[in-house]
């Protein structure tokens, strides 16, 4: 099984011994640092096997870890990939994912240094990534100021919209549109988050795969800082509120707290949002000012005249299960 995923993988520079050794020996640029993360998908928390494409298990399991990085302004460099596979899981099946990861992996010039494979209950990819950053630089969620704009890319609440129409319309619902690219074959914001890094433009990012509110109250944790959210900036696409309206549900709370979006949320000085913006424009990413960061705790929406006070809730992995 090994031989036969990992056929074709081929030679890569910075790989000292790979694949076919005990453990994998990889050589890192002077003035380098390492960034890690793990992540994975889980069949029946993250996806039901009858109604998800294994092509896009795979590409979500590593794109999640790649989000993570993009979050940090890392480059990604090297992943290991778990294997936890029932004996009924067809051959066509663990092809179908496992070249997705390597497509994936390709087209940001990750190498695949190993893993493992076992038995199971229940289908689990997991993978850990490895990215590199510049000594001492890093974008971090720690790192936001009082009076930073709040930014975010793409259209967070696509995700969970399509998410809930699969869940309470009809598992087998397969509609063509811009929510289930977003939900099944998430694209990580890895060239804007190196790009804010190299650039200078930011020095504190997250990925918002939780929720937006979620993962902005770690932002607000971490940097000992409160926000106001603009009600009238927040993105939501039209295939969000035809969900919305379709299921009688909130397009709002979708983008506030759907989570599942690997989108990257961003604060920076308002002197370098209209550089931040051209950033995303040149990459073909909207990016959306949304906010603002200021001293007093505590997180709020306006909405009008009106100043409502969020909680930060998110998507829940242990309350439902995903597709």
């Not at 709040?150 to 319309?169: C, F, H, I, N």
């Not at 927040?234 to 295939?239: A, F, R, S």
Request: with cysteine; charged share 20%; proline share 5%.
């Amino acid at each position: 099984m090994i031989a036969r995923l990992t056929a074709g993988l081929g030679a890569h520079h910075d790989v000292r011994a790979g694949i076919g050794d005990d453990a994998a020996i990889v050589s890192l640029e002077p003035g380098r640092e390492v960034v890690l993360t793990v992540d994975g998908q889980v069949e029946g928390s993250h996806f039901l096997r009858d109604i998800t494409p294994p092509e896009a298990v795979g590409h979500r399991a590593l794109a999640t870890n790649l989000s993570d990085l993009a979050a940090m302004g890392a480059r990604p460099r090297w992943a290991l990939v778990a294997l936890t596979l029932p004996a009924d899981v067809p051959l066509d099946w663990i092809d179908a994912a496992f070249s997705a990861i390597r497509a994936l992996a390709a087209r940001f010039d990750a190498a695949i240094v190993g893993g493992n494979i076992a038995r199971g209950s229940a289908i689990v990819i997991d993978v850990t990534a490895v990215g590199d950053v510049p000594a001492a630089h890093s974008l971090r969620r720690s790192a936001g100021t009082a009076g930073e704009t709040v930014l975010v890319t793409g259209y967070p609440g696509r995700s969970a919209a399509y998410l809930d129409l699969v869940l309470k319309e009809d598992a087998s619902a397969k509609i063509d549109s811009s929510a289930r690219q977003a939900h099944l074959f998430p694209e990580p914001r890895v060239n804007f988050g190196r790009a804010l890094l190299e650039r200078g433009l930011a020095r504190c990012a997250i990925d918002i795969s939780d929720g937006l509110t979620a993962d902005l109250g770690h932002v607000l944790a971490a940097s000992e800082v409160g926000a106001t959210l603009e009600e009238s900036a927040l993105p939501i696409d039209d295939e969000t509120r035809r969900i919305a309206s379709c299921l009688g549900s909130s397009a709002l709370e979708y983008v506030l707290t759907g989570g599942e979006a690997y989108e990257l949320l961003v604060s920076a000085h308002p002197g370098r949002v209209d550089e931040i913006i051209a950033v995303g424009a040149a990459l073909g990413l909207p990016v959306h000012p949304i906010g603002y960061l200021h001293a007093e705790p505590g997180l709020r929406l306006r909405e009008g005249a009106t100043l409502r006070t969020l909680a930060p809730r998110g998507h829940d992995h242990f309350r439902r299960s995903a597709s």
